[in-house]
């Protein structure tokens, strides 16, 4: 079972940046898709970003041209670079190795003044 952690949650400042990290148990390049999905109280997750082997990867509306996803497969790690944050981009950050369906426990992101 891949086991996922996710790390580099804070408080930031609105038009402020974030960078936040996931540790895969596997190794990365036996993993064809990672994804990042961030939740607030009440709502479902939300899609935030893809990155497939082959380095192709894909964003949800509302982050397309702020948020850059990476993998580093030398390093076993996913990261989700954050730009220009917003408010409405406050939430618990999960990790997500898609066709295992693993989940990490999360990150808290909060962007407020």
């Known amino acids: 079972q891949v086991q996922l952690v996710e790390s580099g949650g804070d408080l930031v400042h609105p038009g402020g940046s974030l960078t936040l990290s996931c540790a895969v148990s596997?190794?990365?390049?036996?993993?064809?898709?990672l994804a990042w999905f961030r939740q607030t109280p009440g709502n479902e997750r939300e899609f935030v970003a893809q990155?497939?082997?082959?380095?192709?990867?894909d964003y949800g509306s509302s982050v397309l041209g702020r948020f850059i996803i990476f993998r580093h497969d030398a390093e076993n790690k996913m990261t989700l670079e954050m730009n220009r944050l917003v408010p409405e981009d406050t939430g618990v950050y999960y990790c997500?190795?898609?066709?295992?369906?693993?989940w990490g426990r999360g990150t808290q992101v909060t962007v407020s003044s």
């Open positions: 596997e190794r990365i390049k036996l993993i064809e898709a």
């Open positions: 997500n190795a898609v066709l295992e369906a693993a």
């Open positions: 990155i497939n082997r082959d380095g192709n990867a």
